[in-house]
T-cell receptor, first 113, second 113 residues
């Protein structure tokens, strides 16, 4: 069953703009993770935020987590054409099998040069 | 280091045929997973393994079997392929400790005709 739901399903922006993607989930979590998938490739882990953290940064990526609203957002600043990809959130549920991630359906980001 | 290697990368099967997908890792991680990715469905967990000699069912296990005879290898078998099993299959690994991201293979694109 799907846990995370990304929003929007598709996003098109110009190079240099910021891109924001949102993820909502349903049950209590240990952590929430974001992955990137380039067309025809495997998923690449971007960032992990634990349930007791509220914000995390990695380069041009900023992730926030609001456990009271069961939601997370991924912000990519100063986007580049190379950021064009699908982005997935995934949750490791509290009390679930360790490491058993549940993925959302993804946001397809297109960055136009 | 290759990380996670999946073979084959592409395969076309006729309905009723059988095949085995191989996932091999060189990172010495305990956990290994098989996911399938279908358009609009995100990633769904088929089977997973928490260590050598152990396997467990995921969200969509029907029609698949798995084996983990060696720590570094996780095999996914289709005994009698059906068109509904046309998909892209991804293997992923993660370490024993929690709060770590997954490392994915590049995928196997399977078409059942």
């Amino acid at each position: 069953s799907q846990q995370g739901e990304e929003d929007p399903q598709a996003l098109s922006i110009q190079e240099g703009e910021n891109a924001t993607m949102n993820c909502s989930y349903k049950t209590s979590i240990n952590n929430l993770q974001w992955y990137r998938q380039n067309s025809g490739r495997g998923l690449v882990h971007l960032i992990l935020i634990r349930s007791n953290e509220r914000e995390k940064h990695s380069g041009r990526l900023r992730v926030t987590l609001d456990t009271s609203k069961k939601s997370s957002s991924l912000l990519i600043t100063a986007s580049r054409a190379a950021d064009t990809a699908s982005y997935f959130c995934a949750t490791e549920n509290y009390g679930g099998s360790q490491g058993n991630l549940i993925f959302g359906k993804g946001t397809k980001l297109s960055v136009k040069p | 280091n290759a990380g996670v290697t999946q073979t084959p990368k592409f395969r076309v099967l006729k309905t009723g045929q059988s095949m085995t997908l191989l996932c091999a890792q060189d990172m010495n991680h305990e956990y290994m997973y098989w996911y399938r990715q279908d358009p609009g469905m995100g990633l769904r967990l088929i089977h997973y393994s928490v260590g050598e000699g152990t396997t467990a069912k995921g969200e969509v296990p029907d029609g698949y079997n798995v084996s983990r005879l060696k720590k570094q290898n996780f095999l996914l078998g289709l005994e009698s392929a059906a068109p509904s099993q046309t998909s892209v299959y991804f293997c992923a690994i993660s370490p024993l400790l929690s709060n770590y991201g997954y490392t994915f293979g590049s995928g196997t694109r399977l078409t059942v005709v």
